[in-house]
């Protein structure tokens, strides 16, 4: 049976690493995880921020996911979203997914990310 989400892959094109990480540590408070040498050759980069694990590998022929995109739950998110704004993403609000704040951005080689946060409960 499947228990959890290991990690998620996104694709970015070669040489891009440093770009990649000035982001994905710099501006969303991730952490670089080392890659295993057999993997580390390809090139890529991964990261780790709690639960959440997300793999850049290289590809090639790299189209950004402009559609397909993981969604990543947060805490603060208007601080979140200013934090982002401050670091040079664009985030585009939507409000379109009842009981949730949320909005989307990329990263800077294109691939689209979702933050969101459920909103407290109203009190009965």
């Not at 979203?81 to 040079?88: I, P, S, V």
Request: charged residues 25%; glycine residues 10%.
């Amino acid at each position: 049976m499947l228990s959890a989400v290991d990690h998620v892959q996104l694709a970015s094109p070669p040489g891009r690493e440093d770009l990649l990480r000035a982001f994905y540590v710099d501006v969303l408070g991730m952490t670089e995880i080392l890659k295993p040498p057999a993997l580390a050759a390809r090139g890529g980069c991964w990261f780790r921020a709690g639960a959440v694990h997300l793999h850049l590998g290289i590809e090639d022929d790299f189209r950004p996911a402009r559609k397909a995109h993981p969604g990543l739950r947060v805490t603060g998110i208007e601080a979140y979203a200013e934090r982002l704004t401050a670091g040079g993403a664009t985030v585009t609000w939507d409000d379109d997914l009842p009981g949730h704040r949320r909005f989307y951005s990329q990263d800077p080689v294109g691939n689209r990310l979702e933050f969101l946060e459920p909103m407290p409960q109203a009190a009965v």
